[in-house]
């Protein structure tokens, strides 16, 4: 199924898993129904990523927003060189130059989670698959 099938508005996050190794995460969600629909948000090839407003208590995703990866970029300029000596977001952050072209060179997209309720945050990735399950 593509994402154009199976809407996530409003579903909460029952957990979500994020890969080191195999640079993917996954959210696992459910919207409140009779009988209760259950989708996966797999993102892959990821590359950074931040969320906040993190809680035990379920987020309510409003959406996965597609944004232009410069978009995030530019919103973290300021931070950079604090987050440089940490090795955060990473070496192809130096400067926009080299952030836009990493981001033409590898096809990287990216998302703004926004929430009803709960966390948000961005992911910058390749891909995003909704997996019914």
Known sequence: MSDSERSVHDNLILSYEVSCAEKT???RTQFDADPPERTDVLFSGVVSYQFK???????????????SPMDVYDGLAAHL????PFGWPGPWATSRESARAYFEENRI???YLSSSLGMRGWILAETKTVIPL
């Open 25 to 27: 995460i996954r959210f």
């Open 53 to 67: 407003l993190d809680s035990l208590t379920p987020s309510i995703i409003f959406d996965f927003e597609p944004h």
């Open 81 to 84: 060189p604090n987050t440089f």
């Open 109 to 111: 997209s990216a998302w």
